[in-house]
């Protein structure tokens, strides 16, 4: 039996490879995402052991606006009397201070900003060389004018050469102007510590843009004395500063190494589940196609296997018949799809050490790589093969006497297992999408993929009216029609082809619909919320939302024309030992009128320091009313008692509380992240749009916009996300286009003798390839309909649920809908290209004897 079974199999080899491909593309997804963070994790644990590599012992101050859940960390000033506490400590070698913060910002020789795709902009002080750090050309900064920065940085800004004078934005307000006297790069020939670009000033000037104090500094590096341990000179300074009670952290340079190697590669981790869900899609789709791969066959081979059990064979036999070709085309599909898995893997970590600037580290193929490759390759194929296999272990051996061996079945139970599994998925969806529950993403996902399961249960019930309604858009010729009455004549295998397809175009459907909710609410909000003419804003990074310096702000409300102007400013924050981020006002009474806030209690403006107002919804959430006090540490300064002065209305573009502007000298930066101008009657806006940009040549940054232009730069944001899960989707679109090719190509053979025939009665080879054509189109136009119906109600559910959280309007795209469908369309001729032609070449006389 088992030799019978590996011959049949061969023989069909040809009819197997699309099913195959299917799971090489999902195992190369899964694989190629554990060899990519693989290495780039080990990239980078290369990375930060070389940073710390001089590091003994380092000491930083605990933040005070503690750990966020987002942005960088941000460690206290440490006064520059605790280098001589330091010092004294016995066993201490040197000590050396570094006044360092990300945040400084050089403008390139085409006057923009220099932008990085992740890596820190750090701005800090000269300290020297040493075996890590090399100048390159020129000599180190002595002047409070002069800079030097790294080789990164003057690649990046256009070719900075020594000699050069270079703007740079800090944390400071305002652009200064410095002499280039020095590059550096580091050891090992590299330009750059994972793709940073640095700017070194003296130290009172670091101190004094990066870090807003005179003698203070960001971190203490120490260097031990001989004979004396890391830990032991880590725990003696901690006990002379008072450890972590006096707001001190000590830690040797290879804790740091282990924590910041940590912390990457849970970031990594995240990424790597991200490109695995996306691979879970693929496979889910493959699993169709595998099915009905193995469906056709079967059916294929139903006088064989009825015969093998006419011979002596048991229902066992012919199930490990079957199963047997499932694993053998799984461990096949596993080696390939590892191996593809590789090389993308490689490709994918070669680009993005390129474009970080991160020297990667020699390729390795980590064993989670290689076991979920034959894992998901053999799970996926022999699951999408049990139920054909069975379905083959019960062929009577009388079958083998029959010409008809498959029987069109009721589609009784399919349907009420369909409706229930949908049910179910409905209702994990509608709890999770509600926040019912601890779980609620793993109740999303769950639901979604339930729905999924649902529907393509469903699907053959509908498989038969919708194809024969949609078929009669080509019945208008011979071939037509029969390649409509094709597509309907087995409702499962339509389904199950369609079903393929459906659920790529369901999950991009979704997305679309939410995001053009989005962009709709957004615009709507604008238009009957904002009274903003022009808004002053930049793109902004891990610090929070770009700056600009104050100055602009002054100027711009002195403008004629000008009716208003209101700043809003931007910080991390505790609030009630939460962190979070926290916006700040100058002037309330025009801040509301921008935004039409309505009290509900006390007043929409500033009488006094340390005040706030919040919207009614977040205030009895957080327990507040008129009256109450919040404490409030911001990243300087000690903790403020802010009271509420003012309840607002709950508003749809306003995020609840706003603060008092006297507290923004506590803030990182006291400069403002967004600029709002409201301009008179009967003058023209644009005419001021030019003035204020005037005013922003020193801030490349930022820019300002009106409220239409600000409008569709927060919905582009939209879009590119939109195109970012397209990509990623593509490779599940591209599996339920091989289902469909896979299922005409074997139809095609399970036709041959039907072909030969018309062939026989003067079909022409042009007219039969219309008609797998048209079946082709057909089938794949119904997945595209269920898909666009899947994901239009998915999307809507969302919404709906996202209702208290700024989704005010349900929009479909329609536009990207038809694109969607006419797409789908053309996926069937191409899909129909090989079939059509292989069932135009049958040769007649064969095709007439063939049984």
Not at 52 to 73: A, H, L, R
Not at 93 to 104: K, R
Not at 245 to 255: E, H, I
Not at 768 to 785: K, N, Q
Request: a neutral charge; hydrophobic letters at 50%.
């Amino acid at each position: 039996m088992l030799r019978a079974t590996l011959k049949s199999l061969m023989s069909r080899k040809l009819r197997l490879v699309l099913s195959g491909l299917a799971v090489v593309l999902g195992v190369m997804f899964v694989s190629g995402a554990f060899v990519l963070t693989d290495t780039m994790g080990r990239s980078f644990d290369s990375l930060f052991a070389s940073v710390y590599q001089g590091t003994d012992v380092n000491v930083t101050q605990k933040s005070k606006v503690g750990d966020q859940d987002f942005g960088p960390s941000q460690q206290a000033n440490i006064p520059a009397a605790t280098l001589d506490k330091v010092r004294a400590v016995p066993g201490v070698a040197s000590v050396t201070g570094e006044a360092t913060a990300d945040g400084a910002r050089v403008i390139g020789k085409n006057g923009k900003v220099v932008t990085t795709f992740g890596p820190p902009r750090l701005g800090g002080n000269w300290v020297g060389t040493s075996d890590l750090l090399q100048l390159r050309e020129g000599r180190a900064p002595a002047a409070d004018n002069e800079i030097v920065v790294n080789v990164t940085t003057a690649k990046s800004a256009g070719g900075l050469k020594v000699g050069d004078d270079v703007g740079v934005l800090t944390l400071q307000p305002g652009k200064r102007v410095f002499k280039l006297v020095g590059i550096f790069g580091y050891s090992g020939d590299r330009d750059s510590l994972g793709g940073s670009l640095e700017v070194l000033f003296t130290t009172p000037v670091a101190q004094e843009l990066m870090l807003g104090e005179k003698d203070v500094y960001s971190s203490i590096n120490v260097t031990a004395a001989d004979g004396v341990t890391n830990e032991k000179l880590r725990d003696d300074i901690a006990a002379a500063l008072g450890g972590e009670a006096a707001g001190f952290q000590v830690k040797t340079g290879q804790q740091l190494t282990d924590e910041t190697t940590k912390e990457f590669r849970d970031g990594l981790a995240f990424f790597n589940n991200v490109l695995i869900g996306f691979a879970g899609v693929a496979l889910f789709v493959g699993t169709f196609l595998i099915l009905n791969t193995f469906s056709i066959i079967v059916a294929q081979r139903t006088r064989e296997l009825a015969l093998m059990r006419a011979l002596g064979g048991s229902r066992g036999q012919t199930l490990g018949s079957v199963i047997i070709e499932a694993v053998a085309i799984g461990l096949i599909a596993s080696v390939l799809g590892l191996a593809a898995g590789i090389g993308v893997g490689v490709l994918l970590a070669w680009v993005f050490g390129n474009v970080s600037g991160v020297e990667l580290a020699s390729v390795g193929v980590p064993a989670a790589a290689v076991i979920s490759a034959f894992v998901v390759g053999l799970l996926v194929t022999v699951v999408a093969a049990v139920l054909p296999a069975l379905r083959a272990s019960r062929i009577p051996p009388i079958a083998a006497l029959q010409e008809v061996a498959t029987p069109d079945r009721p589609l009784t139970k399919l349907t009420v297992s369909g409706a229930l599994v949908g049910a179910a998925g409905g209702t994990m969806l509608g709890l999770g999408l509600a926040g019912q529950g601890d779980n609620t993403l793993w109740l999303i996902l769950g639901g979604v993929l339930v729905s999924f399961i649902g529907v393509a249960l469903l699907t053959p019930l509908l498989a038969r009216p919708v194809v024969s309604l949609l078929g009669r858009l080509f019945s208008w010729s011979v071939p037509g029609k029969l390649g409509r009455l094709n597509s309907g004549r087995n409702p499962r295998r339509t389904a199950i082809t369609a079903a393929a397809l459906m659920v790529g175009l369901a999950l991009i459907t979704g997305v679309n619909v939410i995001l053009a909710s989005a962009k709709q609410s957004l615009s709507s909000q604008a238009a009957t919320q904002v009274t903003v003419d022009l808004i002053i804003s930049g793109d902004g990074d891990d610090n929070g939302p770009a700056k600009f310096d104050p100055a602009v702000m002054t100027a711009a409300a002195k403008l004629p024309g000008v009716a208003s102007a209101a700043s809003e400013y931007w910080d991390f924050a505790q609030v009630d030992g939460e962190g979070r981020g926290i916006s700040a006002t100058p002037d309330m009474a025009a801040y509301a009128g921008m935004f039409k806030l309505v009290a509900t209690e006390g007043t929409l403006a500033w009488s006094g320091p340390d005040q706030a107002v919040i919207d009614v919804e977040n205030a009895k959430k957080r327990n507040l009313k008129l009256g109450s006090t919040m404490t409030m540490q911001f990243t300087r300064g000690q903790p403020h008692q802010v009271k509420i002065v003012g309840l607002y209305q709950k508003s749809d573009v306003m995020g609840g509380l706003v603060v008092s502007g006297d507290v923004v000298k506590d803030f990182r930066t006291a400069q403002p992240s967004w600029g709002y101008l409201r301009v008179s009657d009967g003058t023209s806006v644009d005419s001021i749009q030019r003035q204020v940009d005037q005013l922003l040549v020193d801030n490349p940054e930022v820019s300002v916009a009106n409220r239409a232009e600000f409008v569709d730069a927060q919905a582009a944001q939209f879009d590119q996300l939109l195109v970012m899960i397209q990509v990623l989707l593509a490779l599940a679109i591209l599996i339920a286009v091989l289902g469909i090719v896979n299922t005409l190509a074997l139809s095609v053979l399970e036709r041959t003798r039907e072909l030969g025939l018309l062939r026989a009665i003067g079909m022409r080879r042009a007219q039969t390839m219309r008609m797998v054509t048209v079946e082709a189109v057909v089938i794949s136009t119904f997945g595209a309909l269920l898909g666009l119906a899947v994901g239009t109600g998915l999307g809507a559910a969302v919404v709906r649920a996202l209702k208290d959280d700024g989704f005010t309007k349900l929009a479909f795209p329609w536009s990207q809908m038809a694109t969607y469908l006419l797409l789908a369309a053309l996926v069937g001729v191409v899909a129909a290209v090989l079939p059509s032609i292989r069932a135009s070449r049958v040769n007649v006389l064969q095709a007439i004897a063939h049984d």
